[in-house]
């Protein structure tokens, strides 16, 4: 990606996530494909930041999750920019959901499984700042 006097060209975010570095820095990322090595690559190359570095991504849903997701090393942060969606995260066992609408944001707290539910006929789009080192996910 082209970089401009002091900062990154203009770049949609869905398409060209972002990496926060522990050492204070903002890394433009590879096209985002949505494929599982993607993300393994993305892990590879960026392990040496730990737990602290940070994914940031833009991603639009018109319907509901088909798996749970869990990051046992850090937080993350969502954040509702368009329409609504519905945060269910499993604590101790039970799960536990939040409306989030445009504006909104929860933190899905380290090791908490979570997914997510669209409403029929609606689109959602989110941002999320995530702490992805050691992500999981299983079948919904």
Same mark, same amino acid.
């Given at each position: 990606m082209?970089? +401009?006097?002091?900062?990154?060209?203009? /770049?949609?975010?869905?398409?060209?996530? !972002?990496?926060?570095?522990? /050492?204070? $820095?903002?890394?433009?990322?590879?096209?985002?494909?949505?494929? $599982?090595?993607?993300?393994?690559?993305?892990?590879?190359?960026? !392990?040496?930041? $730990?737990?602290?570095?940070?994914?940031?991504? =833009?991603h639009?849903?018109?319907?509901?999750?088909? %798996? =749970?997701?869990?990051?046992?090393?850090?937080?993350? +942060?969502?954040?509702?920019?368009?329409?609504?969606?519905?945060?269910?995260?499993?604590?101790?066992? *039970?799960?536990?959901?939040? +409306?989030?609408? *445009?504006?909104?944001?929860?933190?899905n707290?380290?090791?908490? =499984?979570?997914?997510?539910?669209?409403? *029929?006929?609606?689109? !959602?789009?989110?941002?999320?700042i995530t %702490?992805? +080192? $050691?992500?999981?996910?299983?079948?919904?």
């Amino acid at each position: 990606m082209p970089r +401009l006097v002091g900062m990154v060209a203009p /770049a949609r975010l869905s398409d060209f996530p !972002a990496h926060l570095t522990l /050492a204070g $820095g903002v890394l433009p990322l590879p096209r985002f494909t949505g494929e $599982g090595s993607w993300y393994g690559d993305y892990e590879q190359q960026h !392990a040496s930041d $730990g737990a602290a570095g940070r994914l940031v991504s =833009w991603h639009t849903f018109d319907s509901s999750w088909t %798996s =749970w997701e869990v990051h046992p090393n850090g937080e993350e +942060l969502v954040l509702c920019v368009a329409g609504a969606i519905e945060l269910i995260q499993e604590i101790d066992g *039970a799960e536990q959901s939040v +409306l989030l609408h *445009a504006g909104e944001w929860v933190v899905n707290p380290a090791g908490v =499984w979570h997914t997510a539910n669209v409403p *029929a006929g609606s689109v !959602a789009e989110c941002v999320f700042i995530t %702490s992805g +080192l $050691g992500t999981q996910g299983r079948e919904r």
